[in-house]
């Protein structure tokens, strides 16, 4: 079977990388299209060398992208069709948009992507994470000079925003974590593709080391959950400041990567005057994201304090009630902070 897994990395990961290169050296959307499906069953296989619940999520990623797929190829004959009635044609282009989003694991189907990254290993969802949403991205950028689509990718930017923070809080699972964290990025890399290729490509490259840098390292020391940090996985220093690094970095604490990109991202929706309320939903959830990384972050340095000292992890439980006092704390000044 490990022969197998890797055999099915050798083949298919090339391919991966070529339907990639494919669909963004294109110049017509048919080509895009066709790269697009060879990404997707150049993936495919790769989910099989999970050995949990490898059944369901083969289904649940195979269903979801060809119907996905199916609309968008649906819909581009359609526009062929009537391209002179702007409503149908409207109509289509909004299907399209829809529809990519959806195979990115936005809102306002999303449900599947969280599914599928508790399902999957390590390595499928730092792919799934970064790599299978270049394609996207790059197809999205096409129909950003109309209106009907920047307004409806900036609203799904807000949804993706809230929910992702909504039900990011009390989850124990970092893989589960990852991809509501990966949904609230996801909006704020939207938003910049409305506005600034460049700086989606900036925020798109950095959040990607970063992810690489957090699932590499969980990956080593084989974490699966948060309470695994806590007990008996984190009693080596470098792997303790290292994963509160990266952990910091994500959360977009200053002076770190993350937090100058999102800044930058805030003064690019300042040039282009967009509504304050949007900006202000953007900073809140952006916030709340903070408080979920930084209650990992924080857990991973005082417990490695605590083992030094006493030899022994998780005899207090009721530091987890001071750990969450402190961060609340810090998250109403950091409020506070940007609301001046």
């Known amino acids: 079977m490990i022969n197998m897994n890797k055999l099915n990395m050798m083949i298919f990961l090339p391919m991966l990388i070529l339907s990639t290169m494919i669909s963004l050296s294109s110049n017509n959307w048919m080509n895009s299209w066709i790269g697009m499906e060879i990404n997707l069953m150049s993936f495919i296989p790769m ?117 992702s923070v909504m039900n990011n809080l009390n989850l124990l699972s970092i893989r589960s974590i990852i991809a509501f964290s990966s949904l609230n990025h ?39 959950y948060i309470n695994q940090i ?16 990266i952990m910091m970095s994500l959360a977009g604490m200053p002076p770190l990567t993350v937090f100058m990109i999102k800044w930058l991202s805030f003064k690019m929706f300042i040039s282009f005057k967009l509504n304050l309320l949007i900006m202000w939903i953007m900073s809140m959830s952006s916030t709340l994201a903070m408080f979920i990384y930084m209650r990992m972050a924080m857990s991973t340095l005082t417990f490695y304090n605590s083992i030094q000292k006493n030899n022994f992890i998780m005899k207090n439980i009721n530091f987890n009630k001071m750990n969450k006092l402190m961060l609340s704390m810090f998250m109403i000044m950091f409020m506070n902070l940007m609301l001046i």
């Open 47 to 163: 989910m099989l060398t999970n050995k949990i619940n490898k059944n369901e999520s083969f289904m649940n990623y195979f269903i979801i992208q060809s119907i996905c797929s199916s609309m968008i190829l649906f819909s581009s004959l359609l526009i062929l069709n009537y391209l002179y009635t702007n409503m149908l044609f409207y109509m289509n282009i909004n299907i399209i948009n829809l529809s990519i989003l959806t195979k990115m694991g936005s809102a306002p189907i999303f449900m599947w992507y969280i599914k599928l990254m508790k399902n999957l290993s390590w390595n499928n969802c730092l792919i799934l994470s970064t790599w299978q949403k270049i394609i996207p991205f790059f197809l999205i950028n096409n129909f950003k000079e109309f209106k009907l689509i920047f307004y409806t990718n900036m609203f799904i930017s807000l949804i993706n925003s809230v929910i």
């Open 230 to 245: 806590i007990i008996n996985k984190l009693e080596n220093k470098f792997f303790s400041i290292l994963i509160t690094l």
């Open 186 to 224: 996801l909006s704020w890399m939207i938003m910049n593709i409305m506005l600034s290729s460049k700086l989606w490509i900036l925020y798109f490259f950095n959040y990607s080391i970063m992810l690489f840098s957090l699932i590499h390292t969980m990956n080593y020391l084989n974490i699966f």
